[in-house]
């Protein structure tokens, strides 16, 4: 240390209230514990619900249509998305891709073949292409071909096996055998008839519904339609995060309804994040304490030293030179604290990341870039709170 | 540097000044740098007044006290301070010692205010050694006898550089011998540097070879 600040040292005695500041910094100390563990529980959230390596609580596909409603039923008009409200959906941020549901417009009844003696009047549905999870080599259609490639819902045949089967005592049927059954579809409006073979390509678990090659539905629409473009009452949406609070705020509040399921995670989300922003509150008001009574020993010190300051002043000692001598004296300290935050913060990480994984979560190791800009900010605010005491104090001296 | 009085009058004495004549109170004054200034003035004429408006530790006055061309109110804080650290040094009347520190310290204390210090540390211990102080430098400044703190307070305004010394006073507390010692270390530290210095005292006296003398 410079020879100056050492006589300096036997002039201003910093020791007044010295438990007063010990005690700050300890409250210092928690508040930054306090808001670098809101920050870094924060960024763990987001690493479980977005990062790669916890794929399966990501994006997800969710089909949305209007809550039917008492006051609605009987007029299937009041369940179609407006141009508006479609138009409303696609811009919502956590919209990564829309599609349009497409509804079938005319007579589906669909046949067993042989002696199955199996009929039953169907519908069909088309999503684009991408909203699939089941793709194949058999998932094309072209005008001309007599085979629709068609997908069912995984549950569907799940009610079938576990369900209706056992109790009519029919046989219960294998994926790869309900793949192999060739289908009679016959397609018809009021005017004509015509007979189709249907091929069942695919299960799938993200759309309930029948569906059909979205090139086949306008096709179909186009020559079978009897009603003029229907409109749509569902649609598709990707969203990276279903857990989204936003999203199901706006589901909410538009009176739409989706798959609740899909949902669940959003509730158990909203806690987290409740828990994590009380925590970062305290973080901050504990923080603002600290600041004020570091002002006020600050005041004290220089008060305490009023004369002995004047008197340097006059012998000619710079104000910027006290200024910084001062903090010289508040500021390491303020380090050592950031320093033992961060350590406690990794050990706490390190912790919670060796408990998580052994749940199949991944969070990693280390604290993040966050937690850094967090330390960095915090101790520049002390710093920033100290140089405009200290300079205030000083000057008024 | 040059110091430059116009029109200065303290305003607590001005009834009292403007009944007399005065070399210094309301007129125009400028000290030539490397000029040796002895001011004579009898008790209660505002020496100490005019030591405190030339090294503007007092405000109270009319008129202006011009440091190179710019008033003193044109300085602000920092700029003042270093020219108290390399410009001007100053003998208090009162010496103004801190307490709390060995002589040593506070002579150290002027020394090493600047970061490059003009002269080393061994500079005190022969400064201490021509005033006859060396066996007091490690006491504490409570316990100097005035004499003492008086020399300290001398060597203390002479290891920094300057180009104008002011002194109040400066021999008050000392005896014949100390004084010629004193003086004789005052003209050769103000010689080494080219500097002047401003001295206030009560009588005539024939320590210094004086450029100029005014009567307060």
């Known amino acids: 240390m410079r020879p100056f600040f050492e006589l300096l040292k036997k002039i201003i005695q910093t020791g007044v209230g010295k438990t007063r500041f010990l005690m700050a910094a300890v409250g210092l100390g928690i508040a930054m514990l306090l808001i670098l563990i809101a920050i870094q529980a924060h960024s763990n959230f987001s690493q479980l619900l977005y990062s790669s390596k916890n794929q399966n609580e990501t994006a997800d596909f969710l089909v949305i249509n209007k809550t039917i409603t008492n006051a609605m039923m009987g007029q299937s008009s009041k369940s179609i998305f407006t141009r508006e409200e479609i138009a409303n959906i696609r811009k919502q941020p956590f919209v990564q891709s829309f599609g349009l549901v497409t509804s079938s417009q005319y007579k589906v009844v669909v046949q067993a073949p042989g002696d199955l003696h199996f009929a039953t009047d169907m519908f069909f549905e088309a999503v684009p292409d991408s909203f699939l999870d089941v793709k194949g080599q058999d998932w094309k259609w072209s005008e001309g071909d007599r085979t629709i490639p068609i997908i069912l819902p995984n549950d569907f045949l799940n009610l079938y096996n576990f369900g209706f089967s056992l109790s009519q005592d029919l046989p219960q049927i294998s994926q790869e055998t309900v793949k192999a059954l060739p289908l009679q579809v016959n397609i018809s409006n009021n005017q004509v008839s015509d007979q189709y073979m249907g091929h069942i390509v695919g299960f799938s678990d993200r759309i309930s519904s029948f569906l059909v090659p979205a090139s086949f539905m306008s096709w179909a629409n186009e020559k079978y339609g009897i009603t003029t473009a229907a409109g749509t009452s569902r649609v598709i949406i990707k969203t990276p995060d279903p857990s989204n609070p936003e999203l199901v705020k706006f589901l909410q509040d538009n009176g739409y309804t989706t798959n609740q399921d899909k949902l669940k995670f959003s509730k158990t989300r909203l806690i987290v994040q409740t828990i994590v922003s009380v925590v970062g509150f305290f973080g901050l008001i504990l923080l603002f304490f600290a600041l004020l009574v570091f002002s006020m020993f600050i005041q004290l010190v220089i008060a305490s030293c009023k004369r002995e300051i004047q008197l340097l002043v006059i012998l000619g000692t710079a104000p910027k030179q006290l200024q910084r001598y001062l903090l010289r004296q508040f500021v390491p300290l303020y380090i050592v604290i950031g320093i033992l935050s961060l350590l406690l913060v990794t050990g706490l990480q390190y912790w919670a990341a060796g408990e998580l994984a052994q749940h199949e979560m991944q969070v990693s190791t280390w604290p993040g870039v966050p937690v850094f800009a967090g330390i960095a900010l915090v101790l520049g605010l002390v710093y920033i709170v100290n140089l405009l005491t200290v300079r205030k104090y000083v000057n008024n001296i | ?216």
């Open chain 2, 1 to 216: 540097m040059q110091i430059q009085l116009n029109q200065l009058m303290p305003i607590p004495l001005q009834d009292k000044l403007r009944q007399r004549s005065s070399d210094i109170w309301n007129q125009d004054v400028t000290f030539q740098p490397g000029s040796f200034v002895k001011i004579k003035a009898p008790s209660g004429t505002g020496k100490t007044t005019l030591i405190h408006y030339l090294y503007h530790i007092r405000y109270d006055y009319t008129g202006k006290v011009q440091v190179n061309g710019r008033p003193w109110q044109a300085y602000n804080k920092n700029e003042i301070a270093v020219m108290r650290q390399k410009d001007i040094s100053i003998v208090f009347q009162d010496l103004r010692l801190f307490e709390q520190l060995s002589a040593r310290e506070n002579i150290s204390l002027k020394r090493v205010m600047e970061l490059k210090p003009y002269y080393p540390a061994e500079k005190i211990d022969e400064m201490a050694a021509r005033l006859n102080v060396s066996h007091v430098l490690e006491q504490s400044g409570k316990t100097l006898s005035y004499g003492e703190r008086q020399r300290i307070a001398i060597i203390r305004a002479l290891v920094q550089p300057f180009q104008w010394l002011l002194m109040d006073e400066p021999f008050s507390h000392l005896d014949e011998d100390n004084t010629q010692r004193a003086a004789a270390l005052i003209a050769d530290e103000c010689k080494a540097r080219n500097a002047g210095f401003i001295l206030t005292d009560l009588d005539n006296d024939q320590h210094f070879p004086y450029d100029v003398h005014y009567h307060l």
